[in-house]
T-cell receptor, first 114, second 114 residues
Framework: DGGITQSPKYLFRKEGQNVTLSCEQNLNHDAMYWYRQDPGQGLRLIYYSQIVNDFQKGDIAEGYSVSREKKESFPLTVTSAQKNPTAFYLC?????????????FGSGTRLTVV | KQEVTQIPAALSVPEGENLVLNCSFTDSAIYNLQWFRQDPGKGLTSLLLIQSSQREQTSGRLNASLDKSSGRSTLYIAASQPGDSATYLCAPRGLGAGSYQLTFGKGTKLSVIP
């Protein structure tokens, strides 16, 4: 079955540590996205990528970095510069082209600072 | 910048009732609008995708309507069941430079009481 796989499901980060969240899709979608979800707030866009080797900052990119070396993969690194990283992180993908296509989401990674 | 409001924030109904969830958005220049369901601690599941040229979209007991000019969408759930209990999110997709981004509301938390 086609879909998006996020791993790990739970992740714990120590102060000053970088961590990487994995997102893989087998839907042959061109575009991929990372969102952050905090209690009582809507989802906020961190980064998105429309094609391989290209990505754009979203609304809250500070303290995060991404890469897009393969069409299927879009990992997110939460760096030590992100002061409040505890949140639920969601990866999504869609077909590229004139905005007519819907999004598919993964099951999420919950990151906690310890 | 697009802003999305969902009313009510929470709703509790007895099993079997028909119900309507409301979504309003400030910028009517959209490609489409997607309704999602989110169970606690889980990712988003797409329910319905309604294009800007459409008025309605139906899937089983769910019906979504879109009035782009007034910036409103509704999700109608017929004959509600306890399994419908979840948070429902609407997300319009913008045109132009924002065409690859969804903007989310904070959601409506639905509880269906057996």
């Amino acid at each position: 079955d086609g879909g998006i796989t996020q791993s790990p499901k739970y992740l714990f980060r120590k102060e000053g540590q970088n961590v990487t969240l994995s997102c893989e899709q087998n839907l042959n979608h061109d575009a991929m996205y990372w969102y952050r979800q905090d209690p009582g707030q809507g989802l906020r866009l961190i980064y998105y990528s429309q094609i391989v080797n290209d990505f754009q900052k979203g609304d809250i990119a500070e303290g995060y970095s991404v890469s897009r070396e393969k069409k299927e993969s879009f990992p997110l690194t939460v760096t030590s510069a992100q002061k409040n990283p505890t949140a639920f992180y969601l990866c999504a993908s869609s077909m590229r082209g004139w905005g007519y296509y819907g999004y598919t989401f993964g099951s999420g990674t919950r990151l906690t600072v310890v | 910048k697009q802003e999305v409001t969902q009313i009510p924030a929470a709703l509790s109904v007895p099993e079997g009732e028909n119900l309507v969830l409301n979504c309003s958005f400030t910028d009517s220049a959209i490609y489409n609008l997607q309704w999602f369901r989110q169970d606690p601690g889980k990712g988003l599941t797409s329910l319905l995708l309604i294009q800007s040229s459409q008025r309605e979209q139906t899937s089983g007991r769910l019906n979504a309507s879109l009035d782009k000019s007034s910036g409103r969408s509704t999700l109608y759930i017929a004959a509600s069941q306890p399994g419908d209990s979840a948070t429902y999110l609407c997300a319009p997709r913008g045109l132009g430079a924002g065409s690859y981004q969804l903007t989310f509301g904070k959601g409506t938390k639905l509880s269906v009481i057996p």
